[in-house]
Protein backbone atom coordinates (compact mmCIF):
# COMPACT_ATOMS: atom_id res chain seq x y z
CA UNK A 1 0.00 0.00 0.00
CA UNK A 2 0.84 3.46 -0.42
CA UNK A 3 -0.18 6.44 1.44
CA UNK A 4 -0.73 9.64 0.43
CA UNK A 5 -0.73 13.43 2.32
CA UNK A 6 -1.33 16.98 0.70
CA UNK A 7 -0.02 19.87 2.65
CA UNK A 8 -2.66 22.42 3.54
CA UNK A 9 -3.92 24.42 0.66
CA UNK A 10 -5.18 27.89 1.40
CA UNK A 11 -7.32 31.07 0.04
CA UNK A 12 -5.39 33.48 -1.91
CA UNK A 13 -6.22 36.53 -4.44
CA UNK A 14 -6.31 36.31 -8.28
CA UNK A 15 -2.40 36.67 -9.50
CA UNK A 16 -1.07 35.21 -6.59
CA UNK A 17 1.51 31.72 -6.52
CA UNK A 18 0.77 28.99 -3.68
CA UNK A 19 2.78 25.99 -3.81
CA UNK A 20 1.18 22.10 -2.63
CA UNK A 21 3.24 19.26 -1.98
CA UNK A 22 1.82 15.43 -1.34
CA UNK A 23 4.07 13.39 0.47
CA UNK A 24 4.13 9.56 -0.37
CA UNK A 25 4.69 6.45 2.17
CA UNK A 26 4.50 2.98 2.26
CA UNK A 27 5.97 0.81 -0.87
CA UNK A 28 6.87 3.63 -2.24
CA UNK A 29 8.95 1.54 -4.82
CA UNK A 30 6.07 0.67 -6.45
CA UNK A 31 5.22 4.22 -7.61
CA UNK A 32 6.21 5.17 -11.50
CA UNK A 33 4.24 8.02 -11.35
CA UNK A 34 2.36 10.67 -9.58
CA UNK A 35 -0.26 13.09 -10.10
CA UNK A 36 -2.21 16.01 -9.37
CA UNK A 37 -5.74 16.38 -10.10
CA UNK A 38 -8.84 19.05 -9.11
CA UNK A 39 -12.39 19.01 -8.86
CA UNK A 40 -14.09 22.24 -8.30
CA UNK A 41 -17.62 22.43 -7.08
CA UNK A 42 -20.49 21.02 -9.16
CA UNK A 43 -17.41 19.60 -11.71
CA UNK A 44 -15.67 16.47 -12.61
CA UNK A 45 -12.51 15.59 -11.24
CA UNK A 46 -10.14 16.83 -14.15
CA UNK A 47 -6.66 15.83 -14.62
CA UNK A 48 -4.10 18.97 -13.61
CA UNK A 49 -0.35 17.56 -14.04
CA UNK A 50 1.78 14.23 -13.46
CA UNK A 51 5.38 13.57 -13.52
CA UNK A 52 6.99 9.98 -14.02
CA UNK A 53 9.02 9.34 -10.85
CA UNK A 54 12.02 8.20 -12.29
CA UNK A 55 12.17 9.66 -16.19
CA UNK A 56 10.79 12.79 -15.05
CA UNK A 57 8.64 12.81 -18.05
CA UNK A 58 6.05 15.39 -17.39
CA UNK A 59 2.37 16.11 -18.14
CA UNK A 60 0.33 19.09 -17.75
CA UNK A 61 -3.48 20.36 -18.69
CA UNK A 62 -3.85 22.51 -21.52
CA UNK A 63 -5.28 24.82 -18.41
CA UNK A 64 -2.50 25.36 -16.38
CA UNK A 65 0.39 25.20 -18.76
CA UNK A 66 2.81 27.79 -18.41
CA UNK A 67 1.29 29.07 -14.51
CA UNK A 68 1.64 25.20 -13.15
CA UNK A 69 5.03 23.51 -12.79
CA UNK A 70 5.21 19.92 -10.98
CA UNK A 71 8.37 18.47 -9.65
CA UNK A 72 9.48 15.85 -7.32
CA UNK A 73 11.97 15.35 -4.35
CA UNK A 74 12.78 11.45 -4.52
CA UNK A 75 14.72 11.59 -1.46
CA UNK A 76 11.87 12.79 -0.09
CA UNK A 77 9.13 10.78 -1.45
CA UNK A 78 7.21 14.00 -2.27
CA UNK A 79 5.59 15.69 -5.29
CA UNK A 80 5.00 19.42 -5.30
CA UNK A 81 2.35 21.63 -7.69
CA UNK A 82 3.82 25.31 -7.90
CA UNK A 83 1.08 27.10 -8.74
CA UNK A 84 1.63 30.54 -10.57
CA UNK A 85 -0.52 33.29 -11.72
CA UNK A 86 -3.88 31.47 -10.04
CA UNK A 87 -7.21 32.47 -11.31
CA UNK A 88 -10.81 32.21 -9.60
CA UNK A 89 -11.10 29.46 -12.24
CA UNK A 90 -8.23 27.50 -10.30
CA UNK A 91 -10.55 26.99 -7.17
CA UNK A 92 -11.19 23.37 -6.36
CA UNK A 93 -9.81 20.45 -4.65
CA UNK A 94 -6.84 19.51 -5.11
CA UNK A 95 -5.80 15.56 -4.77
CA UNK A 96 -2.62 13.90 -5.41
CA UNK A 97 -2.19 10.65 -6.95
CA UNK A 98 -0.06 7.69 -8.03
CA UNK A 99 0.37 4.58 -9.78
CA UNK A 100 2.86 1.82 -10.72
CA UNK A 101 3.43 2.88 -14.32
CA UNK A 102 4.21 5.45 -16.69
CA UNK A 103 1.86 6.85 -19.36
CA UNK A 104 0.36 9.78 -20.42
CA UNK A 105 -3.17 8.22 -19.41
CA UNK A 106 -4.90 10.76 -17.51
CA UNK A 107 -7.97 8.76 -16.80
CA UNK A 108 -8.32 8.87 -13.10
CA UNK A 109 -8.67 5.55 -12.59
CA UNK A 110 -5.47 4.91 -13.86
CA UNK A 111 -4.18 5.74 -10.80
CA UNK A 112 -4.83 3.26 -7.69
CA UNK A 113 -3.57 5.83 -4.69
CA UNK A 114 -5.19 8.62 -3.83
CA UNK A 115 -4.78 11.52 -0.74
CA UNK A 116 -7.62 13.01 1.13
CA UNK A 117 -7.31 16.44 -0.64
CA UNK A 118 -6.86 19.73 -0.12
CA UNK A 119 -9.00 22.78 -0.66
CA UNK A 120 -7.52 26.23 -2.67
CA UNK A 121 -9.31 28.91 -3.38
CA UNK A 122 -8.56 31.98 -5.52
CA UNK A 123 -10.66 34.83 -4.56
CA UNK A 124 -11.18 37.43 -7.54
Known amino acids: QVQLVESVGGLVQAGDSLRLSCAAS????????MAWFRQASGKEREFVAA????????YYANSVGGRFTISRDNANNTVNLQMNSLQPEDTAVYSC?????????????????WGQGTQVTVSS
Open 51 to 58: ISWRADHT
Open 97 to 113: AARNYISDDRRANSYDY
Open 26 to 33: GRTFQILT
